[in-house]
């Protein structure tokens, strides 16, 4: 932890003969001293360099006379002349083309950045749960982006020279996460775990894989500048920097010379240079600027603080060995500077928050941390150097049970002329979206569960064979107090899986976009406290982002695969990461036969493709999925699930499972290395090529109206339309022409209550009761309207009355 002696020295040796002192803390009329010293400083400068314009001036005029009867030294100075204003009109091409480009990449990134952070706060909770439609839509998303996302370097740039520790190359790639999703952030590790060598690398990761040469700013104490140049000059020898210090006739040459657009890459100068030179440096739009010892503008009315947010640019980064104070003042202050279009004015501020006492205070101050959490990193010396346990992925393959191969072959069925000629990139899309979720469970189809009622049972499992394997490998992992973190993509698979959890007795937590920041923050808690009985941890696989450290669970299980192997390996990081004391093991879910082994195979290529391409200093990426490929997935393992209607799940036992695995992983692997290897003989222009993961060529190609020629039921004459709703599209799929049921309701389920919470159980069981006997009476009567020759079923209820919902409201809240 940084020593507020440290600051001071810092601070104190920064003062100069030559420049104001700018000290750590303003107050108004410091600040009123200070502008007009700076002013009185500037106009002295200014004199100054009048004065060498009029020496210049009167030399020029001297040498006019002298060459008068010269005419060919008239003529040379005449060009020259040209020469220098043609070389300047250059030089503001150059600014401008620069300038331009950096404010329509800031355009760009500030569309999503808004969106990024509310995802990772609890500013943008969703409301409500997601519905099928809505859930649908953003795996569509997913898909449809394919394997484009966040970069995650395994190595370290080429640029940068010695060795980056694992540490510093996971501050690398968080520092990418925030450029990507435009977020400026905080760079605050403790005091000696390179946060310069961090800061550099990604400048140079900028310059090599993004060809972004800067400019840059480097913002930091004058008795620090020498270190920043030393090492960009030590680690990173390829960017250009220029110290921008001295004295004023220095800092002429360095404006004239060296600060030139085009000539420069990185700008190191101090905070009183930030100040004094603010016209010269305000002439440049700056793709980063980078404030070292950043506590240095808490005060949001410091000169300092007021003039750093003058300056155009992409990016701000901060760069503190200070950790964060619960000081409202303060976190107010870089809130505004990392965030001055949503925390744009102090009254805005106040009147939001309400801000009325000390507790109030307090409690701002929480719910400003977790605000500053998704672009603030801070790791202690305790916590890094300290080495990591390895970590072991195994791929556990099962088979379909029967209701699964129903509906997976429906849907092959359906869009049979898409999937056998092939179709419109977005439709194979769609396809793709339905079979996984057939792969991860029935239930996930509106319509599947058995009900109303809807209960919890074994059918849960059976009707699903992941369900089978995590219900063999859950109690494996109990009897050797392991402890499990479960990712899924989809929110309501999650609700599957939490009503399995209850129903088996297991403790759990979890976590999703609906999670609202408060509770996030106590299931993390709950979790990794001591002695902590939780042996579960449900979460999304794209929730939490930032912050979320898991190392108390030792094993991770991926129930389904992302498009992008990025994001399953920040899964797996949730447990993998610094404080982990034990061996890690990663389950990954696959479905024999289906769409997923190729998803999962075309990651592992993914993986080792990037792996090779950043070694080899390149970074091409293709950014989608192509039509053909998704047509050879949609197409693999379909003359299988045609051969046969039964389930394909085993009864083996699930040792023998994690051996074929372990096995069928090994393979994999050796796959990935033989790919690896022919891939570096490739053409290094010929990347198209390298990301080509068709395996089975035309010759293989299977055909579908011969694979299903036995199966085929004639489904009813549909009509192609543009726009179309997907629920609606396929909920007929599955009914396979069937006639159309009235939509069931959902049945209320009690939620479960403990002794030890006193709960009033037997009123709020009479009130469910009620609630569900109307709701039951209401469906079965909407059922039977247009059936002749039927009863109506007797009336047994009536919904519960508005004092009844009030009471049952009141009943769970107490």
């Known amino acids: 932890m940084a020593k507020h002696s440290r600051q001071q020295t810092s601070s104190d040796e920064a003062m100069s003969s030559e420049e104001e002192p700018i000290n750590e803390q303003f107050n108004e009329e410091e600040d009123e001293e200070e502008l007009e010293a700076v002013a009185r400083s500037a106009d002295s400068d200014d004199d100054e360099a009048a004065g060498d314009a009029e020496g210049d001036g009167g030399q020029g005029n001297e040498a006019d006379e002298e060459g008068t009867s010269n005419a060919i030294s008239k003529r040379e100075r005449e060009r020259l002349k040209e020469m220098e204003k043609l070389k300047k009109q250059k030089i503001q091409e150059i600014l401008d083309q620069q300038n331009a480009a950096i404010d329509v990449d800031m355009n760009n990134k500030g569309k999503g950045r808004l969106k990024y952070l509310l995802q990772q706060t609890e500013l943008g909770r969703h409301a409500s749960k997601l519905t099928e439609e809505e859930e649908d839509e953003e795996c569509l998303k997913g898909e449809e982006d394919g394997i484009s996302g966040n970069t995650r370097l395994v190595t370290q740039p080429s640029c940068i020279q010695g060795k980056m520790r694992d540490y510093q190359l996971a501050g690398l790639n968080w520092l990418i996460r925030l450029y990507e999703n435009g977020i400026n952030g905080i760079l605050a590790d403790e005091m000696g775990l390179g946060k310069t060598l961090q800061t550099i690398s990604l400048l140079g990761y900028l310059r090599e894989f993004r060809g972004i040469t800067g400019p840059h700013m480097v913002v930091a104490p004058k008795s620090t500048l020498g270190n920043w140049m030393n090492e960009i000059r030590r680690f990173c020898p390829v960017l250009r920097a220029v110290k921008f210090l001295g004295n004023p006739d220095d800092r002429k040459h360095i404006r004239e010379e060296l600060l030139v657009a085009g000539k420069f890459d990185v700008c190191v100068t101090s905070f009183?240079?930030?100040?004094?030179?603010?016209?010269?440096?305000?002439?440049?739009?700056?793709?980063?600027?980078?404030?070292?010892?950043?506590?240095?503008?808490?005060?949001?009315?410091?000169?300092?603080?007021?003039?750093?947010?003058?300056?155009?640019?992409?990016?701000?980064?901060?760069?503190?060995?200070?950790?964060?104070?619960?000081?409202?003042?303060?976190?107010?202050?870089?809130?505004?500077?990392?965030?001055?279009?949503?925390?744009?004015?102090?009254?805005?501020?106040?009147?939001?928050?309400?801000?009325?006492?000390?507790?109030?205070?307090?409690?701002?101050?929480?719910?400003?941390?977790?605000?500053?959490?998704?672009?603030?990193?801070?790791?202690?010396?305790?916590?890094?150097?300290?080495?990591?346990?390895?970590k072991k992925e195994t791929i556990l393959k099962v088979g379909m049970s029967q209701m699964q191969k129903q509906y997976y072959k429906a849907l092959l069925q359906k869009d049979l002329e898409v999937v056998n000629a092939g179709g419109e990139r977005k439709r194979l899309l769609n396809i793709a979206m339905q079979l996984r979720k057939c792969c991860n469970h029935p239930y996930l189809f509106q319509g599947a569960e058995p009900g109303p009622p809807y209960t919890t049972g074994d059918h849960l499992v059976t009707n699903a064979g992941k369900m089978v394997l995590l219900d063999k490998l859950l109690p494996k992992l109990k009897e050797r107090d392991s402890r499990v973190l479960i990712f899924s993509q989809m929110t309501r698979l999650l609700d599957i899986l939490e009503d399995y959890l209850m129903f088996c007795g297991y403790k759990y937590c979890r976590i999703d976009g609906n999670t609202g920041g408060e509770d996030r923050d106590a299931s993390i808690d709950a979790f990794n406290r001591p002695g902590s009985e939780k042996f579960c941890f449900l979460l999304s696989t794209r929730a939490g982002g930032l912050g979320i450290n898991l190392a108390t669970a030792d094993v991770v299980i991926l129930y389904d695969s992302d498009w992008n192997p990025q994001v399953d390996l920040q899964a797996q990081d949730r447990a993998h990461r610094i404080g982990q004391k034990k061996e890690v093991q990663v389950f990954r879910f696959c479905t024999e036969y289906t769409i997923e082994e190729k998803v999962i195979e075309r990651a592992y290529k993914k993986l080792a493709l990037d792996a090779l391409v950043i070694q080899q200093g390149r970074l091409a990426e293709q950014k989608t999925v192509n039509k053909d490929e998704l047509l050879q997935m949609v197409r693999f393992g379909a003359e299988m699930v045609f051969s046969s209607k039964d389930s394909t799940i085993t009864d083996e036992d699930i040792d023998r499972i994690i051996a074929k695995g372990e096995e069928a992983t090994a393979e994999l692997d050796a796959k990935m290395k033989k790919f690896t290897e022919d891939a570096i003989k490739f053409k290094m222009d010929d990347t198209a090529e390298l990301y080509d993961f068709d395996d089975d060529k035309d010759e293989n190609k299977l055909d579908f109206k011969k694979i299903v020629s036995e199966n085929w039921i004639e489904p009813p004459k549909r009509e192609r339309k543009r726009n179309y709703s997907e629920s609606e599209y396929f909920k007929q799929t599955m009914r396979q022409g069937g006639t159309a049921k009235p939509k069931e309701p959902r049945i209320p389920r009690m939620p479960q209550l403990h002794d030890f919470q006193f709960f009033n159980t037997q009123r709020l069981s009479e009130l469910y009761e009620k609630e569900v006997r109307y709701l039951m009476q209401a469906h079965q009567k909407n059922q039977l309207k247009d059936t002749i020759d039927v009863d109506e079923p007797e009336e047994t209820g009536d919904p519960l009355t508005a004092e009844e919902l009030e009471e049952k409201e009141r009943l769970l809240e107490e």
């Open 272 to 390: 009183e240079m930030a100040i004094k030179e603010k016209t010269t440096l305000r002439r440049f739009s700056w793709r980063y600027i980078i404030i070292d010892e950043a506590h240095r503008i808490k005060n949001e009315n410091s000169l300092l603080s007021k003039t750093m947010r003058l300056y155009n640019t992409n990016y701000r980064l901060l760069i503190t060995g200070t950790p964060l104070q619960n000081n409202l003042h303060e976190l107010w202050a870089l809130l505004n500077f990392l965030l001055p279009e949503i925390f744009s004015s102090a009254e805005t501020f106040d009147e939001w928050f309400q801000i009325s006492g000390e507790n109030d205070q307090q409690e701002v101050v929480q719910q400003l941390h977790k605000v500053l959490r998704p672009f603030l990193l801070r790791r202690l010396k305790s916590d890094v150097e300290k080495g990591l346990p390895p």
